[in-house]
């Protein structure tokens, strides 16, 4: 089993940058794919991105490509989500998710769930 805390969420004006890390427990950290969702009051979770268990490999939303950048560090089992330019509309409760699928980008696919840090971007 793995457990999933996410941190660095907050509030940002747009323009600006947020990172949120995303720590899990467990030796088989490396075994999982780490995905990031969000959603945002009244609308379905929303794909983000997701990284490969070697890291190797990263897909990221359309609504973010360009912006966002997610990042694993396995020593630390450790995933980061670097959000650049944010914009009012990347406002929503961002949460981190494991799989064992490759890189999957359905939240189906993903077994464990953190809480969910909530970003917040003023106009």
């Known amino acids: 089993q793995v457990q999933l805390v996410e941190s660095g969420g907050g509030l940002v004006q747009a323009g600006g940058s947020l990172s949120l890390s995303c720590a899990a427990s467990g030796r088989t950290f490396s075994t999982y794919a780490i995905g990031w969702f969000r959603q945002a009051p009244g609308k379905e979770r929303e794909f983000v991105a997701v990284i490969s268990r070697s890291g190797g490999s990263k897909y990221y939303g359309d609504s973010v490509k360009g912006r966002f950048t997610i990042s694993r560090d396995n020593a630390k089992n450790t995933v980061y989500l670097q959000m650049n330019s944010l914009k009012p509309e990347d406002t929503a409760v961002y949460y981190c998710?494991?799989?064992?699928?490759?890189?999957?980008?359905?939240?189906?696919?993903?077994?464990?769930w953190g809480q969910g840090p909530q970003v917040t971007v003023s106009s």
């Open positions: 998710a494991a799989s064992s699928a490759i890189v999957p980008r359905a939240p189906e696919a993903f077994t464990y």
